[in-house]
């Protein structure tokens, strides 16, 4: 019964997909509205039909249905409920249908919110998302469907992956992925609909297609920070990042996301790059599909990789369809793809952008050359290898460092053109600070360049990007007399857009002074100790076992050790790491303890043991700022909530300051102010008293 | 940078064409940068590939193998573990059925190691004819299925009395 209403469910949408997308072709190519709403419905139905499913597939998790293909395959009755639920993107038919579900509820909403806009872009996108949901439909129905019958039924399931059901991030990384992941294809859906109604010349979809970048932007940076953490707190090697062929999958789309979000501004801005967009939204879209068939065939082996069939070859005819499309309509709007406005000055906003994305399309290259070299070399040498992290830092560092000065640089200059009196006032202070750094490294004893370099351009682009903070909030202040939390509210309001943008840079730097800490000044001590062994770590720094101990779990046992940490020879904690046996697996899965301060972790993994309980072999880490990097995602994403928060466009007379403008603001409607002090000027007796007024 | 003038406005989208002389060196200097580029990545691939081998392959290769990162994968032979704990020196052969190569790694082995289990290492392989490793990883499969009982079960994890309830 639940799986037929499961699979019934998932076919209807497969055919409404195709009722959808006949409809709104013949409705666009005959001039018939009617038809064209009639596609919007099946949107709205679709989403309901892969609610019905999604909800069939949970029933069955959790009233465990051995009789359905999935369940038997990722079910058990000792695993416990929440465990049971999330095992639903656990394996690959469940994650397929995950992501039918995302991409269908994100098409629902894309419809439902656009739905009065005129022309011909909401209809031609709504074909392009139908047709992603097609292709998706299509495999829940064949190579990943979840719903096939198992007979004979068995008593119990194996349970899922014991990895993924070691960490209550497992309820969060995945669909925060899925969030990030499938929201890039909104994007590419207005691209292609952009170009089938001839509307991308408008500023109108770059629009739409900026706001849902960055949503879905978010969504992925949060899900990349939540997936290191996870590896952190599970994998128990003390590490968070390790080029990991899946690692790479979401940090790929995530690269080309970031790239199109500080090109967009250069386009809506100045009219140029339109091409080099929809070249950039186009690769995203690709590269989260692509991910999807590395992580998802089985051609690479990782946690990710659920033994399969013939997915592979499906995935791999999609990119090709979805290449051959883009480069046709591309080429079919040549004209409306023309830049507009052309390069001023090598000093200004739009060269830094340029210089980013150069930057971040070359960082995208490296990883995506770093992760196919292995499949390319055996595919045509038969040689098995992998390309190890030496390659990937090696490659990436340089470019890290460089991002994180471009960080700074960028917002500060204008756009057009930088005098270089505005480049000495602009840039004295960041570089004193940088230099101040590098001296203070110095004398620490750091002597790798990069590490050094990471710092200090950390440090520039810090104080660049808080300098846009400070220097408007007392311009506030001297014009209305306003007090700092005021000032810096208003401002904020008044701009959230750029403001926004500024803060994700500080999550970003916040971040890349947690990894550049954590890997320069990482310490690691392994030592095998009696019950009441010290083993001194580093400094006053020590740890103590003080037993083992053992527990049976309906779905595991575990074997945990009592550690305290010692300084000075007392006690400031105790921590327990441990090792977990799954009845599936022969391998335990540890589970590292760490003890998490600002300043940095203490990481015990559990290596080793004997059965009687008189010896243990432990990991101690000490991590330095690594909690920055969880912190500094969340920065990020607060960033990017203040950008992306729907503002009313009189909000932004809140910028108005009384300086001098220095020209009309852009054509794009949304107004970016070329330096922070150079809003559209309106007297200031029109400038209202209330931030709450922005919605 | 000629054509700088502050004064115009942005907003009207008049086609200005590039400066003509300007484009071929443009042009010029992308070529330059994505080959710098490029010939960059591809010496940064080759030097950092690591190879999977057997002990059979790794011998085969002799001298081109020596120095290397090689990743390393095989059985670990009975009989041939050596492991000091208090030094947490551990010394063991791995073979394929056909060779075997004699590694060295420090640092405690993973819980269950033992032998005949099949490991992956990743390290050197020196040229006194002894695999440096520096990473060391029980090859676990992933397919989902209990132990058999021909394979012993599941050795007691830990000794009764230490089990909490």
Known sequence: ?695 | MSDVNDTVPDATPTRVSRNPSRKPLAIGALVVLVGAFGYLMYGGVEENLVYFLTPSELVAKGDKAVDRPVRLGGQVVAGSVQWNADALDLRFKVTDGAKEVLVHSTGAPPQMFRAAIGVVVEGKYGRSGVFESHSLMVKHSNEYRPPAPSEGGHPARLDKTLIRS
């Open chain 1, 1 to 695: 019964m639940t799986r037929m209403l499961g699979l019934a469910s998932v076919w209807i949408a497969l055919v409404m997909a195709i009722y959808g997308i006949v409809v709104a072709v013949m409705g666009l190519t005959r001039n018939k509205p009617a038809y064209v709403a009639s596609a919007f419905q099946t949107v709205y139905v679709n989403f309901a039909l892969m609610t019905l499913a999604i909800g069939a597939m949970i029933y069955a998790l959790v009233t465990h249905d051995f009789s359905i293909g999935y369940v038997a395959q990722v079910g058990s009755r000792t695993t416990p409920l929440l465990y049971t639920v999330i095992s639903l993107w656990g394996a690959l038919e469940g994650s397929i249908l995950f992501w039918g579900w995302v991409l269908a509820m994100y098409s629902a909403v894309v419809v439902w919110t656009n739905r009065h806009r005129v022309g011909g872009l909401v209809p031609w996108s709504t074909v392009a998302l139908l047709s992603i949901c097609f292709f998706f439909f299509v495999l829940l129905v064949g190579p990943a469907n979840p719903w096939h019958l198992v007979s004979p039924v068995l008593a119990d399931g194996p349970g899922p992956n014991p990895l993924l059901q070691n960490h209550i991030l497992m309820a969060v990384h995945p669909p925060l992925l899925y969030l990030g992941y499938v929201g890039m294809s909104v994007p590419f859906a207005f691209a292609v609909g952009a170009l089938l109604s001839k509307e991308i010349h408008s500023d109108d979809w770059i629009r739409l297609t900026r706001r849902w970048t960055l949503s879905a932007w978010t969504f992925l940076s949060l899900a990349i920070i939540a997936g290191m953490w996870w590896s952190y707190e599970v994998l128990g090697w003390g590490g968070y990042w390790a080029w990991d062929p899946v690692e790479n999958a979401s940090f790929m789309p995530w690269l080309t996301a970031t790239a199109f979000l500080h090109s967009v501004m250069v386009q809506e801005r100045r009219g140029m790059l339109k091409l080099w967009n929809v070249n950039l939204i186009v690769a995203t879209f690709l590269l989260t599909i692509l991910g999807t068939f590395l992580t998802r065939s089985g051609i690479i082996s990782s946690v990710h990789a659920f033994t399969t069939g013939t997915i592979g070859y499906y995935f791999l005819g999609f990119i090709a369809l979805c290449i051959v499309v883009s480069l046709v309509l591309v080429a079919g709007n040549s004209e409306g793809l023309r830049s507009e406005g052309h390069l001023d000055s090598a000093a200004s906003r739009e060269t830094v952008f340029m210089v980013n994305n150069l930057f971040l399309t070359g960082f995208t290259f490296v990883v995506v050359l770093g992760t196919l070299f292995p499949l390319v070399a055996e595919a045509f040498k038969g040689v098995k290898v992998t390309v190890g992290a030496p390659f990937f830092n090696k490659m990436t560092i340089p470019i890290c460092v460089s991002l994180l000065f471009l960080m700074g640089v960028g917002p500060s200059l204008p756009w057009k053109a930088a005098s270089r009196e505005q480049l000495r006032r602009l840039f004295v202070l960041p570089s004193a600070i940088a230099l101040a750094i590098v001296v203070l490294a110095v004398m620490r004893g750091m002597r790798d360049p990069y590490g050094i370099a990471a710092f200090a351009f950390a440090g520039f682009a810090l104080s660049c990007n808080l300098r846009e903070y400070a220097v408007g909030t007392m311009a506030r202040m001297r014009a209305h007399g306003e007090a700092v939390p005021v000032a810096l509210a208003r401002l904020i309001a008044g701009n959230r857009r750029r403001h926004g943008g500024y803060l994700a840079h500080i999550g970003i730097i916040t971040v890349a002074v947690g990894v550049t800490a954590s890997s320069s000044f990482r310490f690691e001590r392994e030592a095998t100790l009696k019950p009441g062994q010290v083993m001194p770590v580093k400094g006053d720094l020590s740890v103590r076992l003080k037993q083992l101990w053992g527990k049976q779990e309906p779905q595991r046992e575990v074997v945990g050790a009592d550690v305290e940490i010692l300084r000075n020879g007392a006690v400031i904690g105790t921590l327990d790491p441990r090792m977990n046996f799954y009845r599936t697996q022969e391998t335990p899965v540890p589970t590292p303890a760490v003890r998490s301060r600002p300043s940095g972790d203490v990481y015990i993994n559990l290596m080793a043991y004997t059965p009687d309980g008189q010896s243990a072999t432990l990991r101690v880490i000490l991590e330095p700022f690594v909690p920055w990097i969880w912190f500094g995602g969340l920065i990020v994403a607060m960033g990017a909530l203040v950008s992306a928060w729907p503002t009313a466009r009189r909000a932004e007379r809140f910028a108005s300051v009384p300086l001098p403008p220095r020209g009309p603001v852009g054509s794009a409607g949304v107004a970016f102010p070329g330096t922070g002090l150079s809003g559209a000027a309106l007297p200031m007796s029109q400038a209202p008293s209330s931030p709450t007024s922005t919605s």
